[in-house]
């Protein structure tokens, strides 16, 4: 199993990204899949969760900003952040587990700076 983020980049404060985690290897369906985040020198925290029946979960810090959502034809979930602050800035990773296992991707940077 592998999986690839991308959508990353520098935005300035209050704009919007689409994170996306594409999966190979596998049928990402019976996935739940986390996204995560780390900032320099920082644990990794928890951001948001969608699992196979499409419950949703969001950190506090993120909740009414942030959308994760799966597209099945495509194997891939997203995660929108809107309304991006400066201390949103990190290291973006995801992970897929099931009971076959957990799997992390490389991470995709996410900056924001005016």
């Known amino acids: 199993v592998q999986l690839v983020e991308s959508g990353g980049g520098l935005v300035q404060p209050g704009g919007s990204l689409r994170l996306s985690c594409v999966a190979s290897g596998t049928d990402f369906s019976d996935y739940t899949v986390d996204w995560f985040r780390q900032a320099t020198g920082i644990r990794r925290d928890w951001v948001a969760r969608n699992t196979p029946r499409g419950r949703t979960s969001y950190a506090d810090n993120v909740k009414g900003r942030a959308t994760i959502s799966r597209d099945r034809a495509k194997n891939t979930v997203y995660l929108q952040m809107n309304s991006l602050k400066p201390e949103d800035t990190a290291v973006y990773f995801c992970?897929?587990?099931?009971?076959?296992?957990?799997?992390w991707g490389q991470g995709t940077q996410v900056t924001v700076s005016s």
């Open positions: 992970k897929a587990f099931s009971a076959a296992g957990d799997f």
